[in-house]
């Protein structure tokens, strides 16, 4: 049977629609990444749990606080808490309470279907709800880091939540849309449209996904946004128009030679050091208030 040039066309969409369909399914339900816990152990570290404000259970670990000031961290699609190992030994050795968790869907947290930062937002708001309670923790000095999924999670909920006092974001995207585009949108919307079709029946609220839009709601507080100059999977382009989107202050690290996620790989030190310099410039030791200013405002 030979196909018509019409019967090639209806076959080739037909086969987009499959195959965007299957991508969106595995978008949704990641194969689970087992938690590796640290080896050597963080000191303190411990073993805790809370829920979000939808009922799931989300599991992960913190570092006390040594300095009054806590920072949450989120990590992106398909991993777990221990994907951002680095980061919390930079902070905790600097003396900041750290969160690691599992999101939704992920590790060893509840749920069952990954939203890309829609309901993922809820995750992120009950970590601050949980940090904030903390004895060790002082509630006005909480910030918020984020790598991937994670880290366009927590500019939505710092662009809402006026706890976050400070935001870092690495490889992260400015829409959800705009992403599903770069990574799958080789025929346009052809290829693309199946895939956020595909979310959107999942109940995704792809539109909500845009931290773009809100960059400027920081409203004064610090935003570091970093990214390597080869990732295939968060391109300069995409992070530049986040940055240009934003108010100050503001800062964007391109990472030489650092694709997705390879920024403590590539540059360990200057990592670090732009991680502390970004915290501690925000949530620093609150000022001293002399006994004649105590005695006044009495």
């Known amino acids: 049977m030979v196909l018509t040039p019409l019967g090639?066309?209806?076959?080739?969409?037909?086969?987009?629609?499959?195959?965007?369909?299957?991508?969106?399914?595995?978008?949704?339900?990641?194969?689970?990444?087992?938690?590796?816990?640290?080896t050597?152990?963080?000191?303190?570290?411990?073993?805790?749990?809370?829920?979000?404000?939808?009922?799931?259970?989300?599991?992960?670990?913190?570092?006390?606080?040594?300095?009054?000031?806590?920072?949450v961290l989120v990590h992106g699609f398909a991993d777990n808490r221990a994907q951002l190992l680095f980061e919390a030994r930079t902070l905790s050795a600097a003396g900041y309470g750290v969160l690691l968790f599992d999101l939704r869907a992920h590790g060893e947290s509840g749920g069952d279907t990954v939203t890309w930062g829609d309901r993922e937002r809820r995750d992120v708001t009950a970590a601050l709800d949980f940090v904030s309670r903390r004895p060790d923790v002082d509630p006005a000095r909480l910030g918020l880091f984020g790598f991937s999924m994670g880290g366009t999670t927590s500019l939505l909920v710092a662009s809402e939540d006026a706890r976050v006092k400070a935001v870092a974001a690495a490889g992260a995207y400015p829409a959800l849309e705009a992403d599903i585009y770069s990574g799958y949108g080789k025929w346009g919307a052809l290829s693309a449209q199946p895939v956020l079709w595909t979310l959107q029946r999942a109940g995704v609220a792809v539109d909500a996904v845009r931290p773009i839009d809100g960059m400027c709601r920081l409203g004064g507080r610090p935003?570091?946004?970093?990214?390597?100059?080869?990732?295939?999977?968060?391109?300069?382009?995409?992070?530049?128009?986040l940055f240009q989107a934003a108010c100050e202050p503001k800062s964007l690290w391109v990472v030489e030679g650092a694709g997705h996620g390879q920024y403590a790989r590539v540059a360990p030190e200057e990592y670090a050091r732009r991680l502390r310099q970004h915290f501690d410039g925000a949530l620093g030791a609150p000022p001293q208030v002399s006994s004649d200013e105590e005695a006044a405002a009495q």
């Open 223 to 241: 935003l570091l946004l970093v990214n390597g100059d080869v990732d295939p999977d968060a391109p300069s382009k995409l992070q530049a128009s």
């Open 8 to 38: 090639l066309l209806l076959v080739a969409a037909g086969y987009l629609v499959v195959n965007g369909h299957r991508i969106g399914q595995g978008l949704l339900h990641p194969r689970p990444v087992a938690v590796q816990r640290p």
């Open 40 to 71: 050597p152990e963080l000191p303190g570290l411990e073993d805790v749990s809370f829920t979000t404000m939808d009922g799931v259970t989300l599991r992960g670990w913190y570092l006390p606080s040594r300095n009054r000031a806590a920072v």
